[in-house]
């Protein structure tokens, strides 16, 4: 049997039963926790929690009620790979990174944008890179239990599951800490990152026992080929082009031509008078060096790298020594500066 988003098409493609991904999971944590009251399954885009209850008359546990995110991939992995990649750090080492944080920042764990622009002030002001993983564990917590759960209660035992809680310990720790659970409240399993594959074959026993559901490999491998050959594909209609030909292109490029800049003035006694523009922003940092005209005479763009200090003082001297290399020295009669 197959579970998961992408599943469907090659369960109708080999013929095979398919399982919601949701049942799935409520039949593996009966499996294997039947005390379990609530289960936290954090995917690469998709965020869950499934409550449980015990049937009053069969003592089984039952789906009572879950909660799944919606379009947005905030506080799931694709979140934590965002801020792996903004800390520069890789995903596999991001748990031991956020394991030796010891301060907790607020950041939003909604959205990967918002996130962003809480991190950035912090790493310009030298927070550490331990501290920011680690809060935003934290933010992906707060946004389960706050904002997933809407209200409902997370009662203990929980189930951690999928891969974010898999590979990082440290965001169980923290759910853990949030949610004021003991060591025996918070279950685990041996291979999280695959329960809903453990489900879909657990439940080919007990949903589809009257079902043939025997996989021959080699028509499976030739059916998996054709539908490679010929995917599903939805069929739309074609956006329409731009321009209709080349010569309407070539027109609209006429009309809005961006204007020449002018030239720059050639330096006098070898020294060249300009003035100065510098834009620190959240991620960036911009140069811009004018003549006394108003004509650019030289740039500088970069990434801030988490130290824009540094980063403005190499433009600095980068500047300096593309001028001194063209026989010539900068006199700079003033600086603007802007940015976050």
Known sequence: ALTGSGAPTIADALHLPYVQEVVANSIAVRALYPRARTAIELGGQDAKI?????????????????RMNGSCAGGTGAFLDEIASLLKVAPEDYDALAAAGTTVYDISGRCGVYAKTDIQPLINQGVSKADIALSALHAIAKQ??????????????????????????????????????????????????????????????????DRPAALDVAAATEALEELDRHPVVAHEEPARPFFSSDEERADFERRHAAPEDPAPAAPEDGV???????????????FALIDEAGALVDSFYASNEGAPLDVAARALRELDARHRAAGHALEVLGVGTTGY
Do not use: W
């Open 272 to 286: 060249l008078r300009c003035y100065l523009g510098i834009d620190s922003g959240s991620t960036t940092t911009k």
């Open 50 to 66: 499934v409550f449980f209850e015990p049937d009053p008359r069969t003592g089984e546990l039952t789906v009572s009620n879950m």
């Open 144 to 209: 389960t239990i706050g904002g997933l759960a809407q209200g409902l209660d997370i009662v203990a035992p929980v189930v951690f599951e999928g891969g974010p809680l898999t590979f990082d310990p440290t965001l169980v720790r923290v759910f853990s800490e949030r949610l004021g659970l003991a060591v025996d409240e918070a279950l685990v399993p041996e291979h999280a990152e695959t329960i809903m594959a453990l489900g879909a074959a657990l439940a080919t026993g007990q949903l589809f026992a």
